[in-house]
């Protein structure tokens, strides 16, 4: 359960740090960042997870995602965990960008070989906060909420709704939201789970999980940018999404269609700060 | 005189043009960044001129600095111009970090063979801004501000100082400010001028110019970390610039140094919204 930290970055008044961890859940040394505000010197403080897209680290939000403007205001921990198990070595892992290291999904692989530490729905539900919160006693482990991007939007939902209570609230930008219906995610899933389209599958896949909810009314904010190229080539399915919660009455979903934003960090920086307040809005409440 | 829009980028409301030109005073194409700000649609907007550091492009900062938050607040225009000429081909323009490519200082060279195209000082003060406000009239070319960051530094001050009253203020971060005394100062100017220490330094040393300025009574502000490695390694030299402010009377000259902050773009980011309100101060008054 122990901590490393590998650097200390001065941001917004808090401090970035740089760590890392050896992790029994993917059987490797994983990196993260974790932002601590400046009120967490004197205070208990929440925290917000990001969770990252295809191909990212935990460096990538860190540096251009600007949440920490608005965690530092609000007095947020924020949480940013990397996207998969690094050098496992096995076969294949490294060849493409939508799947293997970098690619995690935030699933629990049931497949050979990458059941062997393509665990990242365990990790980050279980692993990293326990080791997080150990490490960081100024951190509430009883107000938590989960935001991400793209590949990481899809893990946001989907932790959110298969854990009713566990997060405070839920966003995202430009998520996956209905993998099983696009090519990211049945290449994924079919490399994770293997054919079982019917239970497995669905089982990770935000829109059918909306269907399924019971938890109460939701109250989730989604941005999507009409100039999104995977938007555009129907990988992220927000339509889908918005359409079943139609059918299963949840009127709490807002998808705002931003016009001409693209799927690029400078879309997160122009309104992390919304999303932001939309956790602050559950974790202080 | 004609620009090549490379790129359309959303952010905070306005938009980022990744253009480019043929510019005759470097002798190369020259790529810059453009923020207009939402407001531009509607008025004319000031420009702020945000100088990057050593290694650095107009990437650098468009995507970490977070300037474009507070420029699309206030209705200001930031443009990026990159730091050196690039592929000249002159050699060893690429053997270092420090100098030649990624490392103009915002000089016109003297010396050969960087006297043919390194030229930064005409390129940012007369080239430059002609084609970007030939190219967009919603740009207010009677008001001008400048800033910038290490390298950028230097040039924000040094080319504040020699043009009074072609800039409505000044500002900046971790700047360069005495380079007649520091390692990095003193490569480039004996590899651009040469010599002549007691003349052409001089000319482009921020303290040296402060020590001479006509202009009346300044307010400039600058933000140096005190985790700085290039702080504390004496290549920004911000208490030789604040000497010679209390030497000549000016009293408007505030450093502040920022605890634990870096010389990275997570210290940029921090303090950009600062920045753009001192330059707002000014282009609005």
């Known amino acids: 359960m122990s901590v490393t930290t590998k650097a200390t970055i001065a941001s917004f008044g808090g401090?970035?740090?740089?760590?890392?961890?050896?992790?029994?859940?993917?059987?490797?040394?994983?990196?993260?960042?974790?932002?601590?505000?400046?009120?967490?010197?004197t205070q208990k403080v929440p925290v917000l997870i990001y969770l990252s897209g295809l191909t990212c680290t935990a460096e990538n939000c860190s540096e251009k995602g600007f949440f920490q403007h608005g965690a530092s205001k609000k007095g947020i921990a924020?949480?940013?965990?990397?996207?998969?198990?690094?050098?496992?070595?096995?076969?294949?892992?490294?060849d493409s960008y939508d799947f293997g290291s970098g690619a995690g999904f935030y699933v629990d692989a049931t497949k050979a070989p990458y059941n062997a530490g393509y665990n990242m729905y365990s990790y980050v539900t279980?692993?990293?906060?326990?080791?997080?919160?150990?490490?960081?006693?100024?951190?509430?482990?009883?107000?938590?909420?989960i935001t991400g991007h793209s590949m990481g939007g899809h893990g946001a939902l989907t932790l959110f709704l298969r854990n009713p209570?566990?997060?405070?609230?839920?966003?995202?930008?430009?998520?996956?939201?209905?993998?099983?219906?696009?090519p990211w995610g049945q290449k994924a899933f079919k490399g994770y789970f293997g054919e079982d389209q019917q239970q497995k599958w669905k089982e990770h896949d935000a829109t059918e999980l909306l269907k399924k909810w019971s938890g109460g009314p939701l109250d989730i904010l989604i941005d999507v940018g009409t100039g999104d190229n995977f938007y555009k080539q129907g990988q992220l399915?927000?339509?889908n999404f918005e359409a079943a919660a139609k059918e299963v009455g949840q009127s709490g979903l807002t998808v705002r269609y931003?016009?001409?934003?693209?799927?690029?960090?400078?879309?997160?920086?122009?309104?992390?700060?919304?999303?932001?307040?939309?956790?602050?809005?559950?974790?202080?409440?």
């Open 15 to 41: 401090k970035l740090l740089k760590l890392s961890h050896n992790a029994t859940t993917t059987r490797c040394e994983m990196s993260f960042n974790l932002y601590l505000p400046p009120q967490a010197q």
């Open 78 to 94: 924020v949480l940013y965990p990397d996207t998969s198990p690094r050098g496992l070595k096995i076969e294949g892992e490294d």
């Open 126 to 145: 279980e692993e990293l906060p326990q080791t997080v919160f150990a490490a960081f006693p100024q951190l509430d482990s009883s107000r938590v909420s």
């Open 165 to 182: 209570g566990k997060y405070k609230s839920v966003s995202a930008f430009a998520p996956i939201t209905n993998p099983i219906n696009c």
């Open 237 to 239: 399915l927000p339509e």
């Open 258 to 285: 931003q016009p001409d934003y693209d799927h690029s960090y400078y879309t997160m920086a122009s309104f992390a700060d919304d999303h932001v307040e939309h956790a602050a809005k559950y974790l202080f409440a």
